[in-house]
């Protein structure tokens, strides 16, 4: 079913409605060496906010700062009608160790600077960008738990961390009567679905809603990579070395089995006229669980194109097709308890509906 902007999804557990194609902002801003200008960064937010898209994601690190200084300008007439979510632990200040982490220090401080450039009064969703294995979970959702009671901030989620974790901490947070995750940001694309496995499972059953980042596996399912892409050993090298095209080759992104997907996504856009980009976009827009996968682009013309992927109805028979040449090991216990021999010891011959 074709979907707009304004087709708002909840978020997660919450009453929280949101686009369901999120706008990241990491393209705010050409300090890493690449993404739009000021000017371009204000015609991409003001086309998404145009046709209704309100859900951006953004952190205190992007840009260097660019990211939410960029975006808060942008948003600020209008600033009530913004969903923003922004993100803390990555390290703010090189040589400071607390100027990173999950601890309380690095929160307040992430969550501080993160007010000032993005010239708010108040974050709609803050993530805890990546877990660092040291901090007491009880420290962190306290913490966390005051900022909501601030009113700093309005709703919490978690990026990159185990399910065990996440899981863990929604618990305690239910049994203790504090502010409870909302969201769960994952790499999950047709090259990416180890997610699979346990975090969106997961997710699903906390009352998470799932915001998938890459969904276009690093340009890979936008069909712009070939064979002669591949660089199976050795370090990058050649002509294309330090291009965002070798960085690929280099961690692993570029492999046969990636260009075996993306050559369906191909075959699948053509038969329904459609970019391979809007294809892969699609597929994750009807994975179980997600909300709203992350588009990032640098020009108008990328915004156009990935928005194109609300208007794309993938046939049963073509999502069979995507899920099959990308399908993944569910290693132990899953693939066991997915088994027809499980289901007969546990059920019998009787046919029980989940409904989730």
Do not use: C
């Amino acid at each position: 079913m074709a979907l707009t902007l304004d087709t708002y999804r909840l978020l997660g557990r919450s009453g929280l409605r949101v686009s369901p194609l999120a706008l990241g902002t990491a393209t705010f801003g050409t300090e890493w060496g690449w993404g739009a200008e000021r000017d371009e960064a204000r015609k991409l937010f003001d086309r998404y906010t145009e046709l209704g898209g309100n859900f951006f994601d953004t952190a205190s690190t992007y840009t260097n700062g660019s990211s939410e200084r960029l975006l808060g300008e942008f948003a600020h007439t209008n600033r009530d009608k913004m969903v923003l979510a922004t993100k803390y632990s990555t390290l703010r200040q090189p040589g400071d160790p607390n100027s990173g982490g999950t601890h309380r220090k690095s929160m307040l401080a992430s969550v501080e600077a993160s007010l000032r450039q993005l010239n708010t009064d108040y974050i709609d969703l803050l993530y805890l960008n990546v877990w660092d294995f040291r901090t007491p979970v009880e420290e962190i959702l306290r913490g966390l738990d005051d900022l909501v009671r601030q009113g700093k901030v309005l709703y919490l989620a978690i990026s990159s961390a185990p399910a065990w974790q996440v899981s863990r901490m929604q618990t305690i947070a239910d049994l203790r009567g504090w502010s409870p995750l909302v969201a769960l940001e994952i790499e999950h694309s047709l090259i990416e679905r180890t997610g699979e496995r346990d975090l969106i499972p997961m997710a699903r059953e906390m009352g998470l809603g799932v915001v998938p980042f890459s969904p276009l596996g690093g340009g890979v399912l936008t069909g712009k990579y070939g064979r002669q892409d591949l660089n199976p050993v050795g370090p990058v090298a050649g002509e294309t070395a330090g291009s965002r095209r070798s960085l690929n080759a280099a961690l692993g992104m570029v492999t046969e089995r990636t260009l075996a997907i993306a050559d369906v996504v191909k075959t699948v856009a053509t038969e329904v006229g459609r970019t391979p980009a809007q294809v892969a976009l699609a597929w994750t827009l009807n994975a179980p669980g997600v909300t709203a996968p992350i588009i990032g682009a640098r020009t108008l013309a990328q915004l156009e194109d990935n928005l194109g992927a609300l208007q794309v109805d993938l046939t049963p028979s073509q999502l069979a097709r995507l899920d099959e040449v990308s399908a993944i090991d569910l290693g132990n216990p899953h693939g066991l308890l997915a088994s027809d021999h499980i289901r007969t010891v546990t059920s019998g011959d009787m046919e029980i509906e989940t409904r989730r």
